[in-house]
């Protein structure tokens, strides 16, 4: 399967689904992946075939995207700073956004800087551990009870977002669709109550084979589900 590494750390301005038309900043090493998640579904390709060899990009750069997980870079804070000093003196009116997978909400660095930007979006795909073990596959300890309780602690100033998609992997179901799944994964967004809920499903191709698409019916139904509760969400198939 193709997949997408950014070679530069700016690219776009692209058309994101979510966030409109937006300028990324990779802050990744421009030859390779490095990410605290190793996503079965990733655009960027899985961790193992994707080893960088080049250094990450110096805090002159300005990104919170592209290759792996943007706040895995030790100035994550003085990038997010810099960023938004440049924002307000040449374009004020512009949104500084964040696409994380929120593995890193427990450095106090990583959490000083995700409240300091616009729309930070942070997944959560959900509550159930064996699944984020087989889909997320996180190659760090990843406890998801504390990371909700970080995000719980950004007092609604964030957004939701969530991969839902049907198919298996490995001999197993990676379909997040139902209940079992919907159910607590609702109840985990009535504690955080964030400012939205970004829902989306697989629009790429992906490293691996066997994952399907979610259903549009099947994401606006959910959407439903989380407007019921007074939250915000968008759809997107």
Excluded at 86 to 107: E, F, G, I, M, S
Aim: hydrophobic share 35%; with cysteine.
């Amino acid at each position: 399967m193709s997949t997408v590494i950014y070679p530069g750390p700016v690219f776009g301005p692209v058309r994101s689904r979510r966030l409109g038309k937006s300028l990324g900043v990779n802050l990744s090493p421009a030859d390779g992946k490095i990410c605290s998640f190793d996503c079965i579904y990733c655009e960027c390709g899985l961790n193992d075939e994707r080893r960088p060899k080049l250094k990450m990009p110096s805090p002159e750069a300005i990104t919170y995207s592209g290759n792996g997980e943007p706040t895995s870079h030790p100035d994550f804070l003085n990038i997010v700073r810099d960023t938004l000093a440049l924002r307000d003196k040449y374009c004020p009116q512009a949104k500084v956004c964040l696409l994380t997978n929120a593995t890193h909400l427990n450095r106090d660095d990583v959490f000083e800087a995700v409240r300091l930007i616009d729309r930070p979006c942070l997944k959560l795909d959900t509550v159930d551990a064996d699944y984020i073990r087989l889909v997320d596959r996180p190659n760090a300890r990843y406890d998801v009870k504390e990371v909700i309780e970080r995000i719980k602690a950004l007092r609604g100033r964030c957004v939701v977002q969530t991969m839902f998609m049907q198919g298996s992997f490995a001999g197993q179901s990676v379909d997040n669709t139902t209940e079992k799944y919907v159910g607590p994964w609702l109840e985990a967004l009535s504690q955080i109550r964030p400012e939205g809920v970004d829902i989306y499903t697989l629009a790429r191709e992906t490293p691996v084979v066997g994952l399907k698409k979610a259903p549009v019916e099947t994401l606006a139904q959910i959407a439903a589900r989380v407007e019921s509760l007074g939250i915000s969400a968008h759809w997107y198939g």
